[in-house]
């Protein structure tokens, strides 16, 4: 087995190319903090972009930032704090990950519901294909030429299309002032009833999640962030309407537990469901659990699930009835070699997905059987 770190693009290409040359499968990491997440890869040899690191390009005023793929996400957390901005889709902090690894498995927090998804703020990125080709897509603003937009299909692809060297991000100020407001005691249901009323208002809501127990009780939460005076006022307008409170410093680090999914980071086997907004609470009533919670309005479910296939195929059925996804975020590999770890697709985007592998990969030697077998 060989661990190969390239200490840049030319080199990743070359090892690439040469594992393409021999039909030897590669496992594709960054610091290999996800390596649980998706199912067990059958490969020999490990290629990390973890030596791919280092800010390239950071224009503040222009709200862009260039990255190598092996760029801790915490150093550009740093970097953009610094300069009063951030990262607005939110990522979680699950150990020291790099950024490229946060766009190859495509995960937002809870700001998602305002501010859209990682796909939404990738602009462009560089990469190496599974022939060991060199190419990039998109650009430094944020309306570029008309053409395919691979950075939407390169996000969330596991790794399993092509190996990320860099990649160029949207920025956004911070807010100035943020404010948290909180119905206790409140059911799932009830709380998503609450959601949906209040993002159907003007009032330009962050986050609206609940919880089963912070505190020693069930809470829903709603967040604002912004100006100041905004902020104010349209805390007062929520207040008015749903007799929320504005809560206190207890709840100073309740988004970034939420972010990082800490309410639930002892369960072994954890379910990541996203479904219609509002149908979380109906999803938590058939899978009748008591560890789980409810973000982006009672569109995105995290769940504790028992380690049976009963189980995992009920919470398929409730989910497919919905319209929805459930992901097997973290489990051991026995299970994720013996479960679907992603929702399956139906015969006529199987194929899809196959065709598409084959484009960038037709060897299929980039993470194979990461997302679904053979792929």
């Not at 960054?30 to 390009?57: D, E, F, Q, W, Y």
């Not at 990950?97 to 305002?114: N, W, Y």
């Not at 307008?237 to 207890?250: C, K, M, T």
Request: hydrophobic residues 40%.
């Amino acid at each position: 087995m060989t661990d190969f770190v390239p200490e840049n693009t030319e080199e990743l290409a070359r090892i690439v190319a040469s594992a393409a040359a021999d039909r030897e499968p590669l496992e594709i990491l960054g610091n290999g903090t996800k390596r649980t997440m998706g199912r067990p890869v059958t490969a020999r040899h490990t290629l990390s972009t973890s030596s791919l690191r280092g800010v390239t390009l950071y224009e503040p005023e222009e709200l862009v930032l260039t990255a190598r793929a092996g760029t801790p996400l915490s150093q550009i957390e740093t970097l953009l704090a610094e300069h009063n901005q951030q990262l607005a889709f939110e990522p979680p902090h699950w150990g020291e990950q790099t950024i490229g690894g946060i766009v190859a498995t495509g995960l937002s927090g809870p700001r998602r519901i305002q501010a859209g998804a990682v796909r939404d703020h990738l602009l462009g990125f560089s990469a190496v294909n599974g022939r060991g080709e060199i190419f990039k897509s998109g650009g430094r603003v944020v309306k570029n030429v008309t053409g395919y937009d691979l950075s939407k299909l390169m996000t969330g692809s596991f790794g399993t299309l092509a190996v990320l060297s860099g990649v160029t991000l949207k920025v956004l100020p911070r807010p100035e002032a943020r404010a948290t407001l909180v119905l206790k005691g409140k059911t799932a249901r009830q709380a998503t009833t609450l959601f949906r009323e209040a993002l159907a208002m003007p009032l330009d809501i962050t986050g609206a999640a609940w919880v089963p127990s912070f505190s020693g009780e069930s809470v829903a939460a709603l967040r604002l962030e912004g100006f100041a005076d905004s902020v104010a006022d349209r805390a007062a307008s929520l207040q008015r309407s749903f007799g929320v409170s504005i809560a206190g410093s207890e709840f100073d680090d309740f988004w970034t537990q939420l972010r990082d999914v800490a309410f639930l980071d002892s369960a072994p086997c954890l379910w990541r469901v996203s479904v219609p907004p509002g149908s979380g609470a109906d999803l938590l009533d058939g899978m009748n659990t008591p560890n789980a919670l409810l973000d982006w309005g009672g569109g995105l479910a995290w769940l504790e699930a028992p380690n049976e296939n009963p189980q995992a195929e009920k919470l398929r059925a409730l989910t497919a009835r919905s319209g929805g996804h459930a992901t097997l975020l973290r489990a051991g590999a026995e299970l994720r070699a013996r479960l679907d770890v992603f929702q399956p697709q139906p015969a006529a985007l199987a194929a899809l997905t196959g065709r598409v592998k084959d484009s960038f990969d037709p060897l299929r030697i980039l993470n194979p059987g990461r997302m679904y077998p053979g792929i």
